[in-house]
């Protein structure tokens, strides 16, 4: 995205700088290793990891909506220390997974490696706190790894949210869907293209998928998350009960 919020082309990737090449920036580099095994002694996060994006909303607010508590929250203790720590009480069923979390511009961003993002199920279960509000744009990259497929869920700021699985666009026609085609991260369909072409597509770029739609999203918020950080669990992170 240009400055006025133009629609800029995608570089090639040989012609784009060498910090993007090597997935070092933006946040491309959190689908490329969607499914890549965690190196040994990573106390953070690495492969499947599940994103959420907020602005128009306090950081603190959002993530008290997403189920934070507010004394831990208040700590700001990073993950690998929180790892150490007792769960928080609650009834013998529950489960909790950690999310680390942080701010990049506008942008709150919340990092999840467990089944699923947090807010989408809350979302998508009706939660109140986790309605969008119109003024408050969200766009959430969810993994679904018990339930696939991966989905893309954008509040584009007027109260509704907007689907779409991984490999289409949402339909609204705007910047997003605009940077999901120009990366690639809408694959042809029927009847638009035949059976066998979209076969063929799908097994070409399919394992490249999570990448290209982290890559257009990263292109339309301009939100970059440190990958050292996240993979060193030095960011603060909270207790959020498994959707």
Request: glycine share 10%.
């Amino acid at each position: 995205m240009g400055d006025a919020g133009t629609l800029l082309p995608a570089l090639p990737l040989s012609d784009q700088p060498d910090s993007v090449t090597a997935m070092s920036d933006g946040i491309a580099w959190i689908g490329a290793q969607q499914t890549t095994p965690t190196p040994p002694g990573t106390r953070g996060m690495y492969a499947g990891i599940s994103l959420t994006l907020a602005r128009g909303v306090d950081q603190d607010e959002f993530l008290i909506n997403l189920g934070a508590d507010l004394d831990e929250l208040s700590e700001r203790v990073p993950l690998f220390e929180l790892r150490t720590r007792p769960l928080p009480d609650a009834p013998p069923t529950a489960q909790f997974s950690y999310a680390m979390y942080g701010t990049c511009g506008d942008w709150t961003y919340v990092l999840e490696n467990d089944h699923m993002a947090t807010w989408a199920g809350g979302y998508q279960g009706k939660v109140k706190s986790m309605t969008p509000c119109p003024g408050e744009e969200i766009l959430c990259l969810t993994v679904n790894r018990y339930s696939p497929p991966a989905a893309l869920i954008h509040a584009p700021g007027d109260g509704r949210a907007y689907r779409a699985e991984f490999g289409t666009a949402t339909g609204r026609g705007g910047f997003l869907d605009l940077a999901l085609t120009a990366e690639g991260a809408v694959f042809p369909s029927i009847p638009d293209a035949s059976e066998a072409e979209v076969v063929a597509y799908h097994e070409e770029h399919g394992p490249r998928l999570p990448e290209l739609v982290f890559t257009a999203v990263g292109k339309y918020t301009d939100v970059v998350i440190d990958q050292a950080a996240v993979m060193a669990g030095d960011l603060p992170a909270v207790h959020l009960l498994m959707p």
